[in-house]
Every structure is written in C-alpha cells, then in structure tokens.
Nanobody, 120 residues
Framework: QVQLVESGGGLVQAGGSLRLSCAASGNIRSVNSMGWYRQAPGKQRELVATISSGGSANYADSVKGRFTISRDNAKNTVYLQMNSLKPEDTAVYYC??????????????WGRGTQVTVSS
C-alpha cells in the first residue's frame, strides 16, 4: 500500500542541471533511508546516492561533487539535484525508500523511474 513516484526527468545539454523529486505516499508510518539508482541501456542498475532519515548522505564516486541528495521528511520526499551533467549520466533514474507501513511492515519500495537524457 505504498507508492513512490519520481518526477523531474527530461532532456538537458551536457553541463546543465536537473532536479529530480520522489514522493512516497500510502499507508506510511515512517520512512527510514531513501536513495536514487539509475540504469542505462544495456547496463545493470547502479547506486547513485542514499540518504538516511537523519540526513547523512553517501554518493557513488562517479557523481560525487556534482549531485546532491536531500529530503523533506514532512513530505516523505527525496530529491536529487544534478549539476554538471555528462552524457554518461543518461539513464532511467529510480528512487527507493526503506519504509514501515501503518501495519508495521518494513520493506524497500521502488518508483517506476524517470528518464534523464544528457546530450553532447
């Protein structure tokens, strides 16, 4: 009974910026960690960034210094600010959340993804 919905993807020129959002909704009691992953054509899904409930963030080396993950706990929303985008950042971006439901069930949930395309 939990859904995560991403938004903010699109087409951008190399060097540009995008801001992704992901809102969790449904029968949520609390949200623990949240994160962003991406999958490029022909490649496996990879970790981009994670953030704890207290705001501690971790990043993949490939995006460190360019991307910033943040969250708004009151809105159950996680953001990914992407700056200095490169063509190799092109992928479908997915958000995830470690969530406990109102029935006290812990689980990891995934959004359906949003396309980010960076042109050269």
């Amino acid at each position: 009974q939990v859904q995560l919905v991403e938004s903010g993807g699109g087409l951008v020129q190399a060097g540009g910026s995008l801001r992704l959002s992901c809102a969790a909704s449904g029968n949520i009691r609390s949200v623990n960690s949240m994160g962003w992953y991406r999958q490029a054509p022909g490649k496996q899904r990879e970790l981009v960034a994670t953030i704890s409930s207290g705001g501690s963030a971790n990043y993949a080396d490939s995006v460190k210094g360019r991307f910033t993950i943040s969250r708004d706990n009151a809105k159950n929303t996680v953001y990914l600010q992407m700056n200095s985008l490169k063509p190799e950042d092109t992928a479908v971006y997915y958000c995830s959340g470690h969530i406990i439901t109102t029935t006290s069930k812990w689980d990891n949930y995934w959004g359906r993804g949003t396309q980010v395309t960076v042109s050269s």
